[in-house]
T-cell receptor, first 113, second 116 residues
Framework: DAKTTQPPSMDCAEGRAANLPCNHS???????VYWYRQIHSQGPQYIIH???NNETNEMASLIITEDRKSSTLILPHATLRDTAVYYC??????????????FGQGTTLQVKP | ETGVTQTPRHLVMGMTNKKSLKCEQH?????MYWYKQSAKKPLELMFV???????ENNSVPSRFSPECPNSSHLFLHLHTLQPEDSALYLC???????????????FGPGTRLTVL
């Protein structure tokens, strides 16, 4: 089972920041938070991941709370092409887990003009 | 373009047919994965290969048979499928399959399979 909870859907106005929350209250100390997105009928696309520090790349920022029980993915200036299902994944690490990703239902983000 | 390609992109087959899905990665990765995404269901991991050796098989029925001849190619052989096997089949690759923080998975576009 997925170890994360996300709202099923969100809307965002084009050009505004999209803030996607994720709850992972049972996260373990060595588990990373990963974010992927899936545009309709395409393969999932890696966005960003982090352990406990905030992370930023060319696509997004990831803010992880100090207790690590929740995080927020921020798309700073959402465009219509950011409309997708966004998955927050807590990933168990180590060779015994073969790096598996356990996907939940995700958040469907609709960016509106 | 992620560097992972899948062919065909769409496939329609009867229950008695035999077909194969192909995945190729151009990223120099050593691990490859098959996932299944049924309608309105989360992605499910099917198989994991690391250095051409199968390291995980998630209780997948034997009518699905994977093959990894080298670290760049992965096949999924299909025979006597059922209509409920209709789904999007996704291939992914990662640098090592170790599960470490740098072992990010990159996905192909998927094959949309319809079983009649």
């Amino acid at each position: 089972d997925a170890k994360t909870t996300q709202p099923p859907s969100m809307d965002c106005a084009e050009g505004r920041a999209a803030n996607l929350p994720c709850n992972h209250s049972t996260i373990s100390g060595n588990e990373y938070v990963y974010w992927y997105r899936q545009i309709h009928s395409q393969g999932p696309q890696y966005i960003i991941h982090g352990l406990k520090n905030n992370e930023t790349n060319e696509m997004a920022s990831l803010i992880i709370t100090e207790d690590r029980k929740s995080s927020t993915l921020i798309l700073p200036h959402a465009t219509l092409r950011d409309t997708a299902v966004y998955y927050c994944i807590v990933r168990p690490l180590g060779s015994s887990n073969t790096g598996k990703l356990i996907f939940g239902q995700g958040t469907t983000l609709q960016v509106k003009p | 373009e992620t560097g992972v390609t899948q062919t065909p992109r769409h496939l329609v087959m009867g229950m008695t047919n035999k077909k194969s899905l192909k995945c190729e990665q151009h990223l120099g990765h050593n691990a490859m994965y098959w996932y299944k995404q049924s309608a309105k269901k989360p992605l499910e991991l099917m198989f994991v290969y690391s250095l051409e050796e199968r390291v995980e098989n998630n209780s997948v029925p034997s009518r699905f048979s994977p093959e990894c001849p080298n670290s760049s190619h992965l096949f999924l052989h299909l025979h006597t499928l059922q209509p409920e096997d209709s789904a999007l089949y996704l291939c992914a690759s990662s640098p090592s399959g170790s599960g470490g923080p740098l072992d990010t998975q990159y996905f192909g576009p998927g094959t949309r399979l319809t079983v009649l």
